[in-house]
């Protein structure tokens, strides 16, 4: 037996915007916002019950090496940390699903161009009430960056 059928799907759109501000050539804020209607979501024409407009807000902190020629080698190193809220677009029970989360990390040169990244990110994802769950979200990255100078002519 076989069947065949067209199925339309109408995603919502996603929209952010960000903004730094860099504070003696030593530290850089940030914040950025994330917006996407998920009530506007459709499936075959039919809107879901247990979707809502997802938002994230986060905020972050940098701490810029300094890069003199000069410099140490601890003096090279770039600190981060940042918070964020977000509103996912789960609705469960009329119960919304929420997000908070603190990251933190750290750059280790590695040369004129290379680097390593290390973060953490640690949240806490939903509520107990009605029979859900609360998670606690631990994650953490490492990166490797490798750099080439591409555009700079050499002397003979």
Known sequence: TSSQ???NTQFPIKIGVGT???????YLFLADYLYQPWSNYKFNVKISLNLR?????????????NKGMYSSFWEQFSYRAGLS???TQFDIKNIGINQY?????????????NSIDVGFQ???RGVTDSNLLKENVFKASFTINFGQLWFVSRRR
């Open 122 to 124: 640690y949240g806490i």
């Open 5 to 7: 059928g067209l199925t």
């Open 85 to 87: 809220f977000e509103q």
């Open 53 to 65: 407009n997802y938002q994230k807000f986060a905020f972050g902190f940098e701490k810029i090496p």
């Open 101 to 113: 989360s603190l990251y933190f990390g750290f750059t280790v040169p590695m040369g004129i161009s």
């Open 20 to 26: 730094s501000f860099k504070l003696n050539d030593k």
